[in-house]
């Protein structure tokens, strides 16, 4: 009896001190691998995605799967509801969920890319507005936000997407500044590529896009570049790693770049001037 009350004490001691995270877009990539690490880690993990068949390793290791769309109010609000029911609070949000649709400015439907708007930058603002007031009741927690390399630059035929993730940027700092008296963090993490099923996406999002006949060239010459990226693309522990710590740090880094690629970007664009960026983008990109 005395022994059982002892275990009960250490067992729920346990749960208050576990540390609460929800993952968006956890069903693949860098959501699926930060997942896995903080529940090794000793976190109480809840990924949340459409796919919930594709997080069955994360709740064989012991995290939790919610079956998410971003996009849609009732199905956020329901998994945050569950997480909270649950655990009773949540210590930090990583907002990972997002894709890539690219297309030409002067040819692309702007339906098709409302979506993505919808995913990118709508999906992280919708999930935070739902976590944030248990974050500012607790007065503590850390949100981490993805964005990439082009959420500092932009280059032709990424506008859409570069767009999305420049969005994702300046949504981030102004959270930041709004939050940070609640004790709230607000991080970014801004990749370069790395394999994940990113690239599949973009690829698939490419089907049945017509650019147009004079845009079609830069496509050509673009996709085996872009297959071959991602051919060559390290795995994503370096991202997760930085996650990890943007979560872990009583005062993360507001942003961090990850991969030499971006790192290397965004110090090039910030050295040299729009139209010299322009040309060495449009020739690594094979768009000359
Ligand atoms: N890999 C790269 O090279 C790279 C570089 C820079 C930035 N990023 C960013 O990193 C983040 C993660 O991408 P990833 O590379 O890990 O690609 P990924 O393997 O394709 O993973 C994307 C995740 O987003 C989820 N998602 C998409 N739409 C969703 C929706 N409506 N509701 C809920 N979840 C949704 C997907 O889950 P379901 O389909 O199951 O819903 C999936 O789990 C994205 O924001 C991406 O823009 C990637």
Not at 1 to 10: A, I, R
């Amino acid at each position: 009896m005395l022994l059982s009350g002892t275990l009960k004490y250490y067992l729920n001691q346990e749960k208050v001190m576990k540390k609460v995270v929800l993952i968006t877009g956890a069903s693949s990539g860098f959501g699926k691998f930060t997942a896995l690490e903080l529940i090794k880690k000793g976190y109480e993990v809840y990924g949340a995605a459409r796919r919930v068949e594709q997080m069955q390793e994360l709740v064989d290791k012991g995290g939790h799967a919610i079956q998410m769309d971003v996009t849609n109010d009732t199905s956020v609000k329901a998994g945050i509801g569950q997480l909270i029911d649950e655990q009773g609070k949540i210590d930090a949000l990583v907002n990972n969920a997002g894709f890539g649709s690219y297309g030409f400015i002067e040819t692309t439907d702007i339906d098709h890319m409302k979506r993505m708007y919808d995913v990118n930058v709508w999906g992280l603002v919708r999930v935070s507005q739902h976590v944030l007031p248990y974050m500012r009741k607790q007065g503590h927690g850390s949100i981490v936000n993805i964005s990439s390399i082009v959420g500092k630059v932009s280059t032709a035929f990424l506008g859409f997407y570069a767009s999305s993730k420049h969005a994702v940027e300046a949504i981030s700092d102004a959270l930041r500044q709004e939050v940070g008296r609640f004790g709230i963090n607000v991080s970014i993490v801004e990749p370069g590529a790395f394999s994940t099923g990113f690239d599949d996406v973009v690829l698939k999002e490419l089907e049945g896009v017509n650019p147009g006949e004079a845009y079609q060239p830069i496509v050509d010459s673009f996709i085996p570049f872009f297959k071959n990226m991602y051919a060559k693309a390290p795995t994503p522990e370096p991202v997760v790693k930085a996650i990890v710590k943007a979560i872990e740090r009583r005062k993360p880094k507001t942003r961090q770049a990850v991969g030499s690629d971006a790192k290397g970007g965004i110090f090039m664009k910030g050295l040299l001037g729009d139209r010299t960026f322009d040309n060495i983008m449009l020739g690594q990109m094979k768009m000359k």
